[in-house]
């Protein structure tokens, strides 16, 4: 079976992972293989955000595509997309793996606690983060769709190049220039 490339849609239309879970609830291995290659960076982006340590959202990672063959047939793609449902599943095997952790407070004497954080944000500081971030927002918007789609994948999901161009069906230097061009555009906005 060839690979399906990732679409994304946002009005509802075909959704290629969708068909690929569908196959993998029939137990085709291939099918399987596929939707790994396709997921796989953006599952274990998700598992590194959560846990901040790579080797333990490896682990997570395993266990999110055991789960995803052993309830492949429970996805319904009239309540959510497939991404999004594959994503829901990293994100809580994620956060299951952090409250399994045991609390570092627990083991440190009540003597080593700092009641008030001298380095804690200010409320301005606070308000200020939230503008740099509306302006970020707004200038992302300005820019091309597929810059936008690039930039957003390779840095808030953590998707490598190579990744991003087999979704994208182009070639990487192609891809690495629409992200560097993008990314030029972003910097002369943000210092308007």
């Given at each position: 079976?060839?690979?399906?490339?990732?679409?994304?849609?946002?009005?509802?239309?075909?959704?290629?992972?969708?068909?690929?879970?569908?196959?993998?609830?029939?137990?085709?291995?291939?099918?399987?293989?596929?939707?790994?290659?396709?997921?796989?960076?953006?599952?274990?982006?998700?598992?590194?955000?959560?846990?901040?340590?790579?080797?333990?959202?490896?682990?997570?990672?395993?266990?999110?595509?055991?789960?995803?063959?052993?309830?492949?047939?429970?996805?319904?793609?009239?309540?959510?997309?497939?991404?999004?449902?594959?994503?829901?599943?990293?994100?809580?095997?994620?956060?299951?793996?952090?409250?399994?952790?045991?609390?570092?407070?627990?083991?440190?004497?009540?003597d080593d606690h700092?009641?008030?954080?001298?380095?804690?944000?200010?409320?301005?500081?606070?308000?200020?983060?939230?503008?740099?971030?509306?302006?970020?927002?707004?200038?992302?918007e300005q820019l091309?769709?597929?810059?936008?789609?690039?930039?957003?994948?390779?840095?808030?999901?953590?998707?490598?190049?190579?990744?991003?161009?087999?979704?994208?069906?182009?070639?990487?230097?192609?891809?690495?220039?629409?992200?560097?061009?993008?990314?030029?555009?972003?910097k002369a906005c943000?210092?308007?």
């Amino acid at each position: 079976m060839s690979a399906v490339p990732l679409q994304y849609s946002h009005d509802g239309a075909a959704d290629p992972l969708a068909a690929l879970l569908a196959q993998v609830a029939e137990g085709r291995r291939d099918a399987f293989e596929s939707l790994y290659r396709q997921t796989s960076a953006t599952m274990l982006g998700i598992c590194l955000r959560v846990l901040r340590d790579r080797e333990e959202a490896e682990d997570v990672l395993q266990e999110v595509y055991v789960a995803v063959w052993s309830k492949a047939a429970q996805f319904d793609r009239q309540r959510a997309r497939a991404m999004t449902w594959l994503g829901t599943i990293a994100r809580n095997r994620a956060i299951d793996r952090v409250r399994a952790r045991p609390s570092p407070a627990l083991h440190e004497p009540i003597d080593d606690h700092d009641l008030a954080d001298e380095d804690a944000p200010t409320p301005a500081a606070g308000i200020d983060a939230a503008l740099e971030r509306e302006q970020l927002d707004d200038c992302i918007e300005q820019l091309e769709p597929k810059r936008r789609s690039l930039i957003r994948t390779a840095f808030f999901e953590n998707v490598t190049y190579d990744v991003l161009a087999i979704r994208a069906e182009a070639p990487l230097g192609s891809v690495k220039s629409w992200i560097r061009r993008g990314l030029q555009q972003l910097k002369a906005c943000l210092e308007r």
